[in-house]
Every structure is written in C-alpha cells, then in structure tokens.
C-alpha cells in the first residue's frame, strides 16, 4: 500500500485489543465515519460488546460507536489498511505472530502499547518489524486516559514512523474534533518515553501513598525527566520528542493522577494497601529500562529504585533512603 492510500476515504481499520484503549481507540476511528473491525479473544466478550454495546469489564459506561464490528475473528480484524496493535506490551508478539497470515502485505501496523519486552527489550515497533515484516510499523502515545478519549474530551497525542509522510497520513486518517494527532519520525524517542513514564509514575505513586508531600512530588516527576531525557539521548531521540506528548506529557500526566494505574499500583505499594488488579505496564518494564539503560551507561537512579521495591529487594522507604542518600550533584 502506498502512502497516499492511508489517507483514502476507503480506509478501513482494524483493531486489536478490546481492553481499554482498543475500545477507545474502536471510537475514535469510528468518528472519522469508518467502518472499525473490534478483535477481542474471548467469544463472550464479543457477544458483550455486540449485544450491550458496551464493554463493562474495561472501559464501562461507554457506548460503543455504531460502527464498530466487534469480532472473534482475528483475520477480520487484521485484513485491513490500519490495523491498531492495541493488547499489553509483553503480549505483543505472541499476538503479532498469530497476526501475520492475514495482514495485507504493506498495511500500517500501529504499536499503541507502551513498554519495552522482557526477555529481548525490544521496543514494540521493534517487535512488530520482527514478527510481521510485511507490514508498516508506526506507535501512537502521548497523554491520553482511554475514558477521557472515549468521552470525547479533548486529547493530544503523537503518531510516529519511520518516513515522516506516513506518520502524518495516519494522523489524518484517525484525527477527529478532539482527538488530535502530531507527528513525528522519532520512533524511538516517542517509544522510549511511553515505556519509561509508566515506570516513574509508580514511583510518584510510591511517594504519595507514602504521604512524602507535594514538594517531593514535583521533584520526583523533575528528576524522572531527566532520567528518561538522558535514556533517550542514547537512543538518538530527539530533545523535542522527549520534551513532548509522550514524553514530558505523558509523565505529567501519569504520575499526577490517581487515574493512572500506574500510579494507583504506586500508592497502594506505598500506603500497604492491597494492590489493584489492573494492567500496570510499567511493572513489567522497569527491569528491561534498567537494562537497556545499563546498556547505555545511563544511570536511572528512580527507576531502579522502583524496580528495587517490584522485586522485593526494598522497602519503600529504604529506597526512598537510598535515593536521598545520593551525593549532591549539578543538575543535568
Ligand atoms: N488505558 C489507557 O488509558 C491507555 C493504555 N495504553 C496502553 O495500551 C496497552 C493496552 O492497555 P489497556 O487496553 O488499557 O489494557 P486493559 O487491561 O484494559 O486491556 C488489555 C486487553 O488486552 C487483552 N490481552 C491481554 N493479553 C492478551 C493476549 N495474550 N492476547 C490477546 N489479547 C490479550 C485483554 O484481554 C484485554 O482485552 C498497554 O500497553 C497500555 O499501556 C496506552 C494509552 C492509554
Ligand atoms: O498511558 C496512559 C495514559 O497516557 C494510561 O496510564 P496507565 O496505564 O497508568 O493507566
């Protein structure tokens, strides 16, 4: 598929993943006026969504836009020009791999997980490429609840590719009123700090269950930036990337909200509480940041703090005592 037929009326779009974010993202490239394809793996889950019309485990009090056809079907699903990789990050491959017989050869495959994979640390995109090298990888994040979005407040966010006119097509194909889509050829640096926010934002939530007060919060997300800036710099990401949507939005967001689960994982941690059962991405991707910063000989002293606690190896307020035991240093 060419570049120009992105933009095509014709388009049609299919979504993988009827968790959260896929059902929100079934929405918003519904008001676009297309026809959306909704794969959830679960039949009952389908027979909820076409006869409910509403999806009550993960995104509740929703309707689903009339034009989105949930499915059991993956290859419904996948034949299609866009196709929205929409499941946690760990299970992309695996779904990826199912995926690969029926995507049109050139279709648009669009990572919208944010985390890094365990066993390789690969970045989604990364992934896709290996899984489905027929297709057209490209990443859509930056700050966005998938109830705001399915609200339809107003959102912002980043697509990014490799070539710099198919990221903007896809931003036109899928952008309505109050979705709106920047973008970008840095693919790496809008990944990195989708995958690295997550992490931080379980240390911000850390903080507050612990009751540390708001001036070590500001800090905590200040000094979390300059960590994912510094990772992002060995990536060759851009300064301009890193300071945007997904980066600097995306932690302002997350690590500032209850909302995020992220940061409800955090503060239940911090206050001893009993921990959510909700998909919390960056508890699966602070080893691999760790290691990739490592990789790069970037010191990560908040994600490896956070990292330390996930493990067990500390106490919340040990790791605490560690981060603020640090030598003074210029700041950078
Ligand atoms: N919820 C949100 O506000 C946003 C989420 N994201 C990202 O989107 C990704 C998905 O998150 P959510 O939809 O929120 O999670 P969720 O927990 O609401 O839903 C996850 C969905 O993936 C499915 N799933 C899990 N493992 C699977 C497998 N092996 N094969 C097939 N399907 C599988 C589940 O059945 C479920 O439908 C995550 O990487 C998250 O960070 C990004 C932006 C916003
Ligand atoms: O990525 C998100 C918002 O941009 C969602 O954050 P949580 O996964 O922490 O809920």
Redesign the pocket.
Known sequence: MTVKNVLDSATTVGV?????????LANVAARTGRSVAL????AE?VAELTNLRE?R???ADIRLADTVAPTADLARAADNDLVLL???????R??AA?LRVHVRGGATLIS????IERDTLML?TQVLAEEIPEGRPAV???P??????ASGLPTA?TVAASSLEHARCIGAALASATFRIYHSDDVAGVEIG?AAK?VMAIAAGIAAGRGLGASAGAALVARSFAELRRLGKAFGARPETLMGLSGLG?LILTAGSPQ???FALGHAIGSGLPLPD??A?GAFTARGLLALAAQHNVDMPIASAVEAVLSGRASPDHAVELLLDRPLRAEN
């Open positions: 993988i993943g009827a968790g959260a974010w896929g059902t929100a794969w959830a793996r679960r889950q999806n485990r993960y995104l929409v499941v946690p990050a760990q299970s992309l695996s779904v199912e919208c997980a944010k985390g989604p859509l994040s930056g966005s609840f998938a109830s705001d979005v966010v989708g997550n995306d995020s689960r992220n909700v998909l991405e």
